[in-house]
């Protein structure tokens, strides 16, 4: 059981917007800390896409964006794309265990 | 530009001690960052395990602590992970990254990663 809840899937067409939530607790999120997203297709590892709430790495289209409120963050997709299929993780630091945590992860699917 | 590259073997028994390095090139691991190991299971999320800064200093996941050591060779410029008294629950893929993010750990990343190596326990 993951520290982070993340919906285990989210669809969408082609074009249209998605998002994803990651809720956290007061000992992580809700104690300020930053929520990062990674996105992983399938037998790769793990590539940061969203750091800092709401910051893209070089390279990231804006179609990609993320936003944090109290306990819980989310990361929106725009312009959904084939190529956005893929399992995506959120990631925070948590202060009661003084260590990294991460969402279960959301699997994406494109209709 | 940095690039990780996890080793290491890919079967270990049950009971035995996993070993796994990570090598850093095309940059000093005595740079600023620390430098984290993280696991996924097949067909799971992901779990960080610990982490190490070049002088040594470590922090690592409560539920795995009483079994996990990392240590740093700045010689070779790589670091290694070692898990004792492993079961079938610590067959993952291991990926070794690197933590980016300035000041407080509240607010670190993980920027770089290896392209993970799959560990399986097994008799």
């Known amino acids: 059981q993951s520290v982070l809840t993340q919906p285990p899937s989210v669809s969408g067409a082609p074009g249209q917007r998605v998002t994803i939530s990651c809720t956290g607790s007061?000992?992580?999120?809700?104690?300020?800390?930053?929520v990062h997203w990674y996105r992983q297709l399938p037998g790769t590892a793990p590539k940061l896409l969203i750091y800092?709430?709401?910051n893209r790495p070089s390279g990231v289209p804006d179609r990609f964006s993320g936003s944090k409120s109290g306990t819980s963050a989310s990361l929106a997709i725009t312009g959904l794309q084939a190529e956005d299929e893929a399992d995506y993780y959120c990631?925070?630091?948590?202060?009661?265990?003084?260590?990294?945590?991460f969402g279960g992860g959301t699997k994406l699917t494109v209709l | 530009q940095v690039q990780l590259q996890e080793s290491g073997p890919g079967l270990v028994k049950p009971s035995g001690t996993l070993s796994l390095t990570c090598a850093v090139s095309?940059?000093?691991?005595?740079?600023?960052?620390?430098w984290s190991w993280i696991r996924q299971p097949p067909g799971k999320g992901l779990e960080w395990i610990g982490e190490?800064?070049?002088?040594?200093?470590?922090n690592y996941n409560p539920s795995l602590k009483s079994r996990v050591t990392i240590s740093v060779d700045k010689s070779k410029n790589q670091f290694s992970l070692k898990l004792s008294s492993v079961t079938a629950a610590d067959t993952a893929v291991y990926y070794c990254?690197?933590?980016?993010?300035?000041?407080?750990?509240?607010?670190?990343?993980?920027?770089?990663w290896g392209r993970g190596t799959l560990v399986t326990v097994s008799s």
């Open positions: 990254a690197r933590n980016e993010g300035s000041g407080q750990k509240a607010y670190w990343y993980f920027d770089l």
């Open positions: 800092g709430n709401n």
């Open positions: 990631q925070s630091y948590d202060s009661s265990l003084s260590g990294s945590v």
């Open positions: 007061s000992s992580n999120i809700g104690a300020g800390c930053d």
């Open positions: 095309g940059g000093s691991i005595s740079s600023s960052n620390w």
């Open positions: 190490i800064y070049h002088s040594g200093s470590t």
